[in-house]
């Protein structure tokens, strides 16, 4: 079992910046595929940044450019750096482990483990 705890959400300002992280605990060694998702209110939850265990990153096409998903595995920590935040990325951000590689190539959703969430609101 794999346990997430989000944190680094708040609120910022257009154009602004925010650091989430988001550590990991519990027998983590299957984990081949790590990322985060966001889910805004009446939307669907969406694959933002996605990093395999051969550090290949995949991103959303929405934020290409602006984000950056990173891992420290000593730390069994994975961030997520995002600049130019614009109104359109408040969400609830949530991170996600899963044990399939082949979850961040087809950017699946299905992945085995989630954290609580932690939210991020983007005023103009």
């Known amino acids: 079992q794999v346990q997430l705890v989000e944190s680094g959400g708040g609120s910022v300002q257009a154009g602004g910046s925010l650091r989430l992280s988001c550590a990991a605990s519990?027998?983590?060694?299957?984990?081949?595929?790590t990322a985060w998702f966001r889910q805004a209110p009446g939307k669907e939850r969406e694959g933002v940044a996605f990093?395999?265990?051969?550090?290949?990153?995949y991103y959303a096409d929405s934020v290409k450019g602006r984000v950056t998903i990173s891992e420290d595995n000593v730390k069994k920590t994975l961030y997520l750096q995002m600049d130019s935040l614009k109104p359109e990325d408040t969400a609830m951000y949530f991170c996600?482990?899963?044990?399939?590689?082949?979850?961040?190539?087809?950017?699946?959703?299905?992945?085995?483990?989630w954290g609580q969430g932690t939210q991020v609101t983007v005023s103009s």
């Open positions: 996600a482990a899963d044990r399939r590689a082949s979850s961040c190539f087809y950017r699946r959703i299905d992945f085995d483990y």
């Open positions: 519990g027998y983590t060694r299957n984990i081949h595929c």
């Open positions: 990093v395999d265990s051969a550090g290949d990153t």
